[in-house]
């Protein structure tokens, strides 16, 4: 089998999750070795699109421009990856649509058409998604991995556990005891809880877990004293346009 | 002269575009432009609390993520009166050095250098500049790694908050990063060499250079700004600068009496050179490039020798910090308003916010360094534009369009490495 033709590409984002791959520091000349780098604009001038075998994008839908690269791209690939939260749920851009609109009302100004405003997305509402890399940014050590299991053919699997159980493994203080607003039961592990091992309570930026109890979470929340309107935006920022059913009922 | 009209065509990653028409060897039209979607993060920060806009803003940039952090916390911090201890102003110090290296040294190599040496990519120098290649990933762990040693992660720091950090580094952790700095300057010099020696488009740039400005040291944040004609407190911004819509952009533009200005490292350097450490300083001595400078091309060089500056001043405060817990330091709630302006990789980043009494943010604004120099980007370009198309073909033309945006390290969303543009003969 002949190298993997790859491609890295960005919508409407900050550049961290592409960001995310150069910062393998110690990896990157490997990567070159085994993969094919097609088209990486942020850093090559030449980007031949023709076709892909593994696309990761970043980025979330926001405007004209982004939903015809996301098309143009899927169209050519054969495995499109949802890199980092922005593409995976629209992360905190795509929590405009659940603010008031006078919020930014002062914000808005007329554009020309090819740059005027859609409704930010996760890239999954406008394209098929075969894997997402979740996080905001995603783990770099967990996009390499990614990588090689897919040059060597196997399915990545994924970490299904609360940020919680990577937490004890680190054997933190749970934050939770200690009064702060921790999503770490509610939120997708794999990030070995960077955020609650460096001292800051986790924000869920890697989604919330499929199974988790959201009821009695908030309840336990307000318990602590946290009114219910800081619970419903701290549970929306990430979780953005992907709040399970069970959550958005909880946050009626 | 034939009429030319350039225009910029759909980019790869269109975050950025150029249009220019020009007829009779006059340029009628020049649009730089950012088609980046709009994120409206100051319209997402009403109703928040001040004790998570650091958290938000980090998300605006990944590369200047800990500039949008320090911005906040301290733009916070002077709205509520809260003096930070030495300790949390000296680790906010480190997080923006560590930024600022891992930053200029992606910029210089990566986006920057390519053009030079005639290579479409890094990548593609490897084989024959693999020592280079190598280089910048030295320094850009370098810089990752100090940026997570003290903020806990090396993209969207976790570990600073209003009041102090959350996570104090050990000891130890300090000496190892002093120790691989004093390594790492040997790389930050051969940097420093290297982009002297490059040759240069030639611009008589004489706009303003703004940056902050200190007299003890090399400014980088709590300071006023200055340039050769003004200076004021970070809180008058708005009297000096006036932010501004064009609607073929989604980035803001910004001037100062209608007049473009300049920031970052080459406007740092015109004006704090004088505070530069003893060896960055006798770099910048020694090189044939002068100071003041009014050439938008030496920010290359300027950003090399801030890598060679960083690494002394890295050195300087991981000797002299001896870590130890302390406690947050708790802010009085009040109606309130506080600025912070932070020199960032690209220049000069202001933070502003206005608090109810609540502690809830009700006015947020934020100016990034793209910003100030989008305005200078364009005339730049409508300046040489006349010069370049009597001397060069479509292809050179171009490239020095491309080298001279991408001297700025603008953050479109931090690149604009996929600039092409389209020719049209009318």
């Known amino acids: 089998m002949g190298r993997l033709r790859i491609g890295f590409y960005g919508l409407t984002g900050c550049a961290g999750c592409q960001l995310s791959v150069i910062f393998n520091e110690d990896e990157l000349l490997d990567i070159i070795k085994l993969f094919d780098i097609r088209a990486f604009p942020f850093i090559k001038a030449s980007n031949d699109e023709e076709r892909f075998d593994l696309v990761f994008m970043e980025g979330l839908v926001a405007s004209p421009h982004d939903i015809e690269t996301l098309t143009r791209i899927r169209a050519k690939t054969k495995t499109l990856v949802a890199l980092g939260a922005c593409a995976h749920s629209g992360c905190i851009p795509a929590y405009r649509s659940f603010t008031l609109k006078e919020n930014y009302e002062h914000l808005l100004y007329s554009k020309a058409k090819d740059i005027a405003d859609v409704e930010p997305e996760p890239i999954s509402k406008h394209v098929k998604v075969d894997y997402v890399l979740p996080g905001c940014p995603p783990d770099k050590k967990e996009i390499l991995h990614f990588m090689k299991e897919i040059a060597l053919g196997k399915t990545p699997k994924f970490n299904h556990n609360p940020v919680c159980v990577e937490c004890r493994l680190n054997g933190n203080d749970c934050l939770l005891i200690h009064g702060k607003p921790c999503m770490g039961p509610i939120t997708s592990g794999g990030c070995h809880a960077v955020c609650v091992t460096g001292g800051f309570e986790c924000w869920g930026c890697r989604g919330p877990t499929g199974d988790a109890n959201y009821k009695a979470y908030i309840a336990l929340l307000k318990k602590k004293g946290y009114k219910k309107e800081f619970i419903k935006t701290r549970m929306m920022m990430f979780a953005g346009k992907i709040q399970p059913e069970e959550m958005k009922a909880c946050l009626q | ?426």
């Not at chain 2, 100062?256 to 920031?263: A, M, R």
């Not at chain 2, 060069?392 to 001279?404: D, M, P, Y």
């Open chain 2, 1 to 426: 002269m034939p009429s030319i009209t350039l225009n910029h065509i759909t980019k790869i990653e269109g975050h950025a575009k150029l249009y220019v028409e020009i007829k009779d060897n006059k340029v009628l039209k020049c649009e730089l432009s950012s088609v980046e979607g709009s994120r409206y993060f100051e319209g997402i920060l009403k109703g928040k609390h001040y004790y998570e806009a650091h958290e938000i803003t980090s998300r605006i940039c990944g590369i200047c993520s800990c500039g949008h952090n320090v911005a906040a916390t301290s733009a916070i911090e002077n709205a509520l009166g809260i003096e930070v201890s030495k300790q949390t102003l000296a680790l906010k110090k480190l997080m923006t050095l560590g930024e600022r290296i891992r930053s200029h040294a992606t910029h210089l190599y990566f986006l920057a250098l390519p053009d030079y040496m005639g290579y479409e990519s890094a990548l593609a120098m490897l084989p024959k500049y693999k020592k280079e290649v190598k280089r910048a990933l030295s320094l850009m762990r370098f810089g990752n790694n100090l940026v997570k040693v003290i903020g806990g992660r090396d993209l969207h720091q976790v570990s600073m908050t209003v009041g102090g950090f959350l996570k104090i580094p050990k000891k130890q952790e300090l000496d190892e990063l002093a120790e691989s700095a004093k390594i790492l300057k040997e790389d930050a010099i051969e940097t420093a060499k290297l982009f002297s020696k490059l040759t240069l488009y030639n611009i008589d740039d004489r706009c303003e250079h703004f940056s902050l400005h200190e007299k003890e040291e090399y400014a980088m944040l709590n300071s006023s700004l200055v340039s050769e004609k003004a200076r004021f407190s970070e809180y008058e911004y708005l009297k000096y600068f006036e932010e501004y819509h064009n609607n073929y952009s989604t980035a803001n533009f910004v001037s100062k009496d209608s007049k473009s200005f300049l920031v970052g490292s080459l406007s740092r350097i015109n004006n704090n050179r004088e505070q530069l450490s003893k060896d960055a300083k006798a770099i910048l001595l020694s090189s044939s490039i002068k100071f003041p400078n009014t050439n938008p091309f030496t920010n290359n060089f300027c950003q090399a020798v801030e890598l060679v500056h960083s690494m002394d001043q890295v050195i300087e405060l991981c000797n002299s910090l001896t870590p130890k817990e302390e406690r947050l330091v708790k802010p009085k709630l009040k109606k309130t308003r506080g600025v912070s302006a932070v020199e960032v990789p690209r220049g000069t980043l202001f933070h502003d916010y206005t608090l109810d009494k609540e502690g809830v943010i009700v006015h947020a604004n934020i100016i990034t360094p793209t910003a100030l120099n989008l305005k200078n980007m364009e005339e730049n370009i409508r300046n040489m534009l006349p010069v370049l198309i009597k001397k060069g073909n479509e292809e050179q033309v171009n490239l020095e369009i491309e080298k001279l945006i991408r001297c700025y390290d603008p953050c479109f969303s931090c690149s604009t490495h996929f600039l092409k543009v389209n020719w049209k003969r009318s």
